[in-house]
Nanobody
Framework: QVQLVESGGGSVQAGGSLRLSCAAS????????MGWFRQAPGKEREEVAL???????NYADSVKGRFTISKDNAKNTLYLQMNSLKPEDTAVYYC???????????????WGPGTQVTVSS
């Protein structure tokens, strides 16, 4: 059974940093595309960052240059380093896992419960 558990969320002032982690079990992070998504109150869920098995990364325009997605295969964990945080980054952040090595048009079959990130001005 695949399980994804996010951690590292919290409250921070604008300009601050947070690092989100997504620990996977029943799933090998090195074998598949994984990503981070977020959903703010009253808004649709949006893609934040994707990482495929050969290290190619895709970022939403709103986070380029500020967020970095990475994996630690030995720890079977996905990360999202978030720097220069802005109030508009406030959302619930979700880790998602696919069943393909590539990320383009990938379906994400597994989702974590989410972790809240709140950025105050």
């Amino acid at each position: 059974q695949v399980q994804l558990v996010e951690s590292g969320g919290g409250s921070v002032q604008a300009g601050g940093s947070l690092r989100l982690s997504c620990a996977a079990s029943g799933y090998t992070v090195s074998n598949y595309c994984m990503g981070w998504f977020r959903q703010a109150p009253g808004k649709e869920r949006e893609e934040v960052a994707l990482l495929n098995t050969v290290g190619s990364r895709n970022y939403a325009d709103s986070v380029k240059g500020r967020f970095t997605i990475s994996k630690d295969n030995a720890k079977n964990t996905l990360y999202l380093q978030m720097n220069s945080l802005k109030p508009e980054d406030t959302a619930v952040y979700y880790c998602a896992a696919g069943r393909t090595s590539y990320c383009r048009n990938a379906d994400f079959d597994y989702w974590g419960p989410g972790t809240q990130v709140t950025v105050s001005s």
